[in-house]
């Protein structure tokens, strides 16, 4: 022990050292936030995917990989602070954090440091449009923000959206500037559309529909192979592309089961026909079926393409606000049912019925797995100039069985002591603009608590008012639907079977059509 | 390798280890400024509550939620009263806080950690919680509508100064407790919520 205690002194100095150096890593090491996302190199010989990373704020792309994509390194020379890659005919030199590149003997400065990362010089995404022109003969093509860069005589394809809705379902039409190869598989309920080897560069990556049939269209091409990627409204639905106009259109048919496919006459059917991967449920679309052959009143249109088919908003519109979103899950019962997911599955139910009636168009203030800030919820609502907003919610109302209560807003301090008389009409408040509605509102919610008296084995009370702060900026009137118990202590049970959804729906959608038809006569 | 080496080399590979674990902890600490446990928090409230009673005793009514939240039920409870209506404001908080003691709902959770507390001349009382409070609250419009007046109907029965309340997130103003409730205006007590006894 003695001489284990000598040796530890001999040694204090070159200990007391290290535990400096490992401090001054403590205090100096940051997290760094890393991302998997790939950037694609097209070239007319192929294409390279080369991984992206977040440094800082920044993203990044490794220097040797991005340079081998564009051409041919044929070799470099590092040091500890520096590299000279040799690139074809010119030598590019970077700096370990400097901004400043050299091609040659010009000099380009990147908004970006140059960073080292697992031993890769990396570069930011910057050097692709100010230092890789000056080194290569051939044009590029690179969008900022599209995470794809096009190199020499590539030109990509490009397409146009839009929907429509059917007798039945609804159909997608996809018009490209050249002609693709399609090939569809199903993978996870969804259903992904390979266009081919074509190079594409979308105008905007996803596309969000409020229809029953199908909710979503995003692009994907990280791994290279371009494709398209559509979620269906509901499990169950029947699947139907095809190609028209030589492979420059696109069809995609989405339709309850039952119903004859192609909703009507294609050209040409080489896609398959298929059911998303997990087996269909009883949550098919809770839509009336269309009387065949009769116009739809509610074309819903995807906002990337208003040239297609002007929207023409003829309808009232209602506003349906599914309560929190992403992150924001809200509350949890014992056995995980989500408030965030049973808000969408009910608003979901609501709007096909709603679509179904012909007599509102449907304005969401979320769509998918998304969450707006309530300002953003109310600002989505007020520029629609609605007919009422029904916000969605499930909470804790402790062990009693299904429980649905209507809220209306109610003002933390008494109207006297915010006299909006005397305020000018033009100019309300954002915070006091559902002051002159409340009277509606609370017709509203004296309507949807008649039916939801109707509903057995549910217990309702009469109509409250809370400050739910989401109704508050509502020019419109405004109620907040509560379903419980959503609480930690016990099973969602009824809240989560598709029937009792259906009859909350239903009384739902009826209480909106009872007060749509206007203000109770005294 | 002598066996005197090899001691050394242990002892130094000890002391990196656990140098560097406390070194770790450290800045952990310092950049994530964890907050103590439910224990503890409980504890500092006790001591800042109850470390200015006065010896006096007072019979004080509390609010709380009903078993199926569908309004506030009142419980009355003897308890150390402290001398200013600040402390008091604490002490009523944490018999909040510390729960009923007939079957009524929990209105804030037991790591509401309140970190400050100001009682202004025009009788509104701010009361600063930390974060904590959101890690257990129920959230929902009834049970935030309830944690929220439980406290305004409890503080405005038992302290005459208390006209309103406003409840401040971490020392700022916050849009809502827990995604539902508007928090950007102050409270008066409200009587329609019930408050029988029960």
């Known amino acids: 022990m003695l001489f284990l205690t000598l040796n530890l002194r001999l040694s204090t100095a070159r200990l007391a050292t290290a535990v400096a150096v490992l401090a001054l890593l403590l205090l100096v090491w940051r997290p760094r936030a890393l991302r998997s996302d790939n950037f694609v ?5 192929g294409h390279d995917v080369v991984p992206a990373q977040m440094i800082g704020r920044e993203e990044y792309l490794p220097l040797i990989q991005v340079l081998n994509a564009v051409g041919s390194v044929s070799g470099w020379q590092e040091k500890q602070k520096s590299i000279v890659v040799y690139f074809g005919s010119v030598h590019v030199e970077v700096h370990r954090d400097d901004v400043k590149v050299k091609v040659d003997k010009r000099q380009v400065v990147l908004p970006a440091p140059v960073r080292v990362s697992n031993g890769q010089w990396m570069v930011p995404l910057s050097f692709l449009q100010l230092a890789l022109p000056k080194m290569v003969p051939q044009q590029l093509n690179y969008r900022v923000g599209s995470g794809r860069l096009f190199i020499g005589d590539v030109s990509p394809a490009s397409f146009t959206v839009s929907l429509k809705s059917l007798p039945g379902g609804s159909r997608l039409s996809l018009d490209f500037t050249s002609a693709v190869k399609l090939k569809t598989v199903s993978q996870n309920g969804k259903y992904v559309l390979f266009l081919g080897d074509h190079p594409v560069e979308p105008l905007e990556k996803s596309f969000h529909f409020q229809d029953p049939y199908v909710t979503d269209l995003t692009f994907d091409d990280q791994d290279g192979k371009p494709k398209l990627i559509v979620t269906p409204g509901s499990l169950g639905l029947n699947f139907y592309p095809s190609e028209a106009a030589d492979g420059k259109t696109l069809l995609v048919d989405l339709a309850k089961p039952g119903t004859a496919l192609p909703l009507q006459g294609t050209t040409s059917a080489q896609g398959s026909v298929s059911h998303p991967g997990p087996a269909p449920r009883t949550a098919a679309p809770a839509a009336a079926p269309l009387p065949a052959g009769a116009p739809s009143k509610a074309t819903n249109l995807a906002t990337a393409n208003p040239a297609t088919a002007p929207p023409e908003p003829t309808l009232p519109a209602m506003v349906l606000d599914p309560g929190h979103g992403a992150e924001d899950s809200g509350a949890r019962s014992r056995d995980g049912v989500l408030e ?3 808000a969408a599955q009910i608003e979901d139910r609501v709007r096909a019925a709603l679509l179904a009636a012909h007599d509102y168009r449907v304005v969401l203030t979320r769509v998918g797995d998304t969450n707006p800030d309530l300002d953003a919820r109310d600002a989505i609502a007020n520029v629609t100039r609605p007919v009422a907003f029904l916000s969605l919610h499930a909470g804790n109302y402790g062990t009693s069985g299904p429980r649905v209560v209507v809220y209306t807003y109610r003002f933390p301090a008494p109207p006297a002591l915010l006299p909006v008389e005397t305020r000018s009409p033009a100019f309300v408040p954002w915070d006091e603009v559902q002051r002159s509605h409340l009277d509606r509102s609370r017709e509203l919610a004296q309507a949807l608590e008649t039916q939801f008296a109707t509903l057995p084995g549910v217990a309702t009370s009469p109509p409250q008012e809370a400050p739910v702060l989401v109704l508050r900026g509502v020019d419109a009137p405004a109620v907040a639907v509560e379903v419980g118990s959503l609480s930690p202590d016990v ?10 959804q259906e009859r909350l729906s239903a009384a739902i959608t009826q209480a909106i059509m009872i007060f749509g038809r206007g203000p109770a006569k005294p | 390798m002598t066996r005197r080496t090899l001691f050394v080399a242990l ?4 002391v990196l280890i656990g140098g560097f674990s406390y070194l770790r902890s450290l800045a952990w600490r310092a950049f994530h400024e964890i907050q103590g446990g439910e224990e503890s928090v409980h504890a500092r409230l006790k001591q800042e509550a109850l ?3 006065s010896g006096v005793k007072q019979v004080i009514t509390l609010y709380f ?13 003897e308890m150390p009263w402290a001398a200013t209506d600040p402390d008091r404001v604490r002490e009523i908080v944490l018999a909040l806080v510390e729960g009923p003691t007939k079957t009524h709902n929990r209105p804030l959770p037991p790591s509401a950690d309140i970190r400050a507390v100001f009682l202004t001349p025009d009788g ?12 257990g609250l129920a959230p929902g419009i009834q049970s935030e509508t309830l944690t929220v007046y439980s406290m305004v109907n409890s503080l405005a029965a038992n302290i005459p100064a208390v006209k309103q309340v406003k409840i401040l997130l971490q020392g700022q103003e916050a849009e809502t407790l827990d995604g539902h409730i508007d928090l950007t205006e102050s409270f008066e007590p409200d009587t329609s919520l019930g408050g029988k006894t029960n």
Request: proline share 8%; no cysteine; hydrophobic share 40%.
């Open chain 2, 124 to 135: 509104t009382v701010y009361l600063d919680f930390s974060n904590e409070i959101l890690k």
């Open chain 1, 41 to 45: 190199f097209y070239s007319p010989h």
């Open chain 2, 11 to 14: 002892a130094v590979v000890a």
């Open chain 2, 51 to 53: 470390q200015p009673a």
């Open chain 1, 491 to 500: 099973d969602a049970g009824l809240l989560s079977d598709p029937g009792f």
């Open chain 1, 340 to 342: 965030k997911d049973l």
């Open chain 2, 65 to 77: 939620p009903a078993d199926d939240e569908s309004g506030l039920v009142t419980e009355t409870r």
